[in-house]
């Protein structure tokens, strides 16, 4: 396996662990209020796309 | 709520989803890429309709409710984390499966293991798994149109009628024109199951409570404890784990990154299903909060099972909201059963049946293929008759059950060294382990099935790997999907 790859592929893996469970389970976890994990989650999934669809904005059609 | 609006509201939409499938028909050409995977022809908008679709069951409506409703906001985010790994999956995944299918003619997913690790045996276990693993996650659709029927009629439809009927439009929209005309009826459905759930959001919103700000107000100040999170973290990873790979480990889902006309339909693909995913999962979640609030505010009376949440709701509202709501919800779980035997049905004859006799003609392999469609049905129609309690955790193992093939999956593209024998045991000995410790209830350490599946089948792919030959044709299948990735520009 490319090392760059498997440690690429590890970070991306830590970050999103850490960031989708991580951070609610850690920080967030007894918050009462929607502004808690909740919205947390939904604007994290929502940042997420957004990254996902810029990086499909480079694949260009070669036909 | 009487059954003549059942069977009126079930025939009216069963009448245009046959009449999709029957322009579908029209469309179809010959062979088993054509029945299979439409021919590699699909368009953006249809892509994307139909991974949704596939992917949203009577699930989220009734299941993802129910669990919400008992279990909080830990059960929404364990749903949001799925939707965040899908995307990402599908950005890495999407594009190699697409360029594997072009060059080497793919049609499922376990002929993409038996391809890359030169061994028809990968793909016959790989298919074997998926058959055992997806017949009860199949049987949860019946099963959840079957309680919602009874539910909503008070018994006067029986639960066997509902899946009999379910039952019946997923073999129509799966026989009709095979991959075509369930696409084709799936992003109609995707877009019931839309606008049904967008409408009875804003009655809730307006009837309910006077608006948006006022539900969400009152969801603060009066049932602030659904906004904790109060699963534990072995629950929590136990049932999002197999979900997070849901995009690689459910060949219903996966064989969908072949089907593409071209790039910009896998963009669309992505694009669209991630919006259709984010509004759909927000919209459900907040059922599970107000049907809490609104059992907690006594409007709604208290019901025993976590899935009668949604029936009780439906219960209170309008005759016609409810019947729009029930058809949304029946267009989620036929969408996801037609899709899911149709691809059962691609295993059996493309990575079984051809290892078996692969002298035999494309057109008596979309024959059999047929017959397998109709056996599927009718083993699930006597799985479903066994009425399980809860639908929610009977999709999570199975996916649980799935996860095991995701290393091969992963190893297939960026390991060069991983073996057939690797990949076959790691799924055939890390599949028994799941399944067994599932049936027996027993979680070692506290931790979940799914967790020890998957870190069994990792050790033993590396492990098997090692003390094995490589294929040769290992490092070819990985250059060429290289240069492939490069020569389409998605480099």
Known sequence: ?63 | MRPFYIYLAIGVWTVIGVIIAGFARRRLGKGIIEFYIGGRRTGGFVSAMTYAATTFSAFMMVGLVGLVYSGGVAAAGFEFVYILSTVVLLLIFGPRFWVAGQKYGYSTPPELLSGRYDSQKVGAVAAGLALVMLIPYASAQLMGIGFLVEGLTGGEIPYIAGVLIMAAFGGVAALTAGFKSVAWTDAFQGITMLVTCLVLLFFVFYHFYGGPIEFFTAIEAESSELLRINWSIHRFIGMTLPWAFFAISNPQVSQRMFVSENIRSIKIMIVGFSLFALVYTVMTTLFGFSIFNLVESGIIPAFASADEAMPSLLGHVPTVLGLVTFTGIFAAATSTLGSVILTLSSLGTEDILKSVKPEMSESRRVNIGRGIIVIILLICILFAQGRFDLIAVLSAMASGGLLVAVPSFFAAFWWRESTAEGSMWSILIAGALTGALYVSGWNPLGVWPPVWGLITSTVLLIVISKMTETPERAKKFIRTVDEEMEKNGFK
């Open chain 1, 1 to 63: 396996m490319e090392s760059i790859s498997l440690w690429k592929g590890i970070l991306i893996v830590m970050i999103l662990g850490t960031a989708s469970v991580g951070v609610p389970y850690a920080i967030l976890r007894n918050v009462e209020s929607l502004w808690g994990s909740y919205f947390y989650w939904i604007i994290l999934t929502t940042a997420v796309m957004v990254l996902v669809w810029r990086e499909t904005g480079d694949w260009r059609n070669m036909e």
